[in-house]
Every structure is written in C-alpha cells, then in structure tokens.
C-alpha cells in the first residue's frame, strides 16, 4: 500500500482538500438563503437543481465507493499499480454527503416556495432518465461479472457529464440578456476557489509520489475540476467585464413582453445579497 514520501506534502494535501470543501460546500448556500429571505424560488433554474442533484449523487456512489470498498480499492490497484494511492480522500466523501443534502433541500424548497410560471424542462427530465437508465444498465452489466472498478466508473462519467452540462444554460442566459441580474457571483466566487484548491490537491499528491497516475486515474476529479474552473471564470468574465453597468439597469421585459422573472426578483430587498 502507499504511503506518502513527505510529510510536509501530506500535510500540504490535507489542507488543500479541506480548503475545497469548506468553499464547495460554503457555495452552496448563498441560493438556500436567498430563496429562504424571499419565500421564493422565481429566478432560480430547476434545470439545473435537477442535473445538479444528478450529478452530486453519481459522484457520492464513486467516491463513496472508491473510499469505503476494499474489493473496490484492490481492482484499482490492480488496474494502475499497487503502488499507487486511492485517489479520493475523506473530505471527498464529506463534501459529496453534504453536496446531496443541500441539493436535494433546494428542491425541497422549489416545491414549497412560490414557483411562478417556472417548472422543469422536458430536455431536463430526458437527461436524468437517460443517465440513471445507464447507470441500471452498467449495474446489470457489472454484477456477474464483478466488475467493481468499472462500475463506479460508469457514475464517474455521469458526474462529468453532469458537470458540463448543467452550466450551460447559465451562462448562455447570461449571454441572451446580456446581464448577470440575479445569478449569485458568490457562489461562483466559492466555486472557483475550490476548483482550485481541489486541482492543487491532485498535484500535490502527484509530486510527493512521482507520478501522474492521480489525475487519469482518477479522471472525474480532474475533469470536475477543469470544467468548474473554466465555466466560473467564463461567469466572472461575464459578471465584472463584459456586462457589468448593466446589472442593475438592465431592462426588464423579455421577449413575450413579460417581466423577466430574475430581473423582477433582483427588484426585492434581499434578492442580490448573497
């Protein structure tokens, strides 16, 4: 089994694995309390709740897996070499327990708060069917043959996926408007930090063990990583440069000559303060 070379590193790693997760977890938080002080959920997209809460729970099978299951641990070992560490640490665990908790109170709060017009999307719910149909699929795959590694992988994909996907919609909302009104830079602030601190962790641990094992064989925390940094700095972009006069004066009537719901929830007291 592996074991660190340097304890200044170890300690190193330790403290930049915490530091993602307190700000990841921080992030969450900012839209619960937003929606807490309006008795409202207008503005906030169900889409991505949805898609967020996919992706959080595929990635709580993998790491709870990869952390908790020896038979698991050894097909690892065996794939890239005894020699190598297990890629996920304790506050992997944590943070995806806690990711599923608050993602799943959201949508507890969508479903008790006023909604407006706004409900989930049938491209939305076709995702997360197709990706949990693909998720039973490999499970039926894998049990006769055992095939562990290879399983909690097929979660590791949906994660990325996941990933990729539901900050799309943001972010060309963003683009459409023209406006940052009414999307929480907070979040993305905390997100971006954790990024970072999480990608620094996995290059830590690589330069103690003199190998790059880390980040392909375990090629969902990297992709999460990448993804997350490049969306959160295509948001600050957006946010401090490209449209910042116009976040508080953007017009607010959308094409069907409506109020834009995040533009007339930006008008309340508390709804730009987290």
């Known amino acids: 089994m592996a074991s660190w070379n340097s304890v200044p590193l170890e300690v190193l790693y330790s403290v930049l694995g915490w530091l993602a997760f307190f700000s990841w977890s921080i992030s969450f938080y900012p839209q619960v309390i937003l929606n ?134 943001q972010a060309f909302f963003n683009f459409r408007r023209k406006s940052t009104v009414g999307f929480s830079i907070g979040n993305i602030l905390l997100d971006f930090f954790g990024g970072v601190m999480n990608y620094s962790q996995m290059a830590v641990q690589s330069i103690d063990q003199n190998s790059w094992v880390n980040f392909y064989g375990n090629i969902g925390k990297t992709m999460i990583s990448l993804v997350s940094i490049f969306f959160d700095i295509l948001f600050i972009i957006q946010h401090y440069v490209l449209y910042p006069s116009k976040r508080a004066t953007m017009p607010s009537v959308s094409r069907e000559g409506s109020k834009d719901p995040l533009l007339e929830a930006s008008d309340h007291p508390h709804s730009d303060t987290v």
């Open 36 to 169: 807490f002080r309006r008795k409202s959920v207008v503005g906030l997209n169900f889409d991505f709740v949805l898609l967020n809460l996919t992706k959080h729970s595929s990635y709580l099978i993998y790491n709870a897996s990869l952390f908790f299951s020896s038979a698991v641990q050894k097909q690892y070992r065996e794939k890239f070499g005894f020699s190598e560490m297990i890629p996920v640490a304790v506050n992997d665990v944590v943070f995806s327990i806690h990711a599923v908790l608050l993602t799943a109170f959201t949508l507890f709060q969508i479903a008790f708060y006023d909604r407006g017009n706004q409900k989930v999307s049938r491209i939305a719910i076709g995702i997360v069917s197709v990706a949990w149909l693909y998720a039973a699929v490999c499970v039926f795959i894998a049990l006769p043959r055992h095939s562990w590694l290879w399983l909690i992988s097929c979660f590791n994909t949906i994660q990325v996926v996941m990933t990729i996907i539901k900050y799309i919609p």
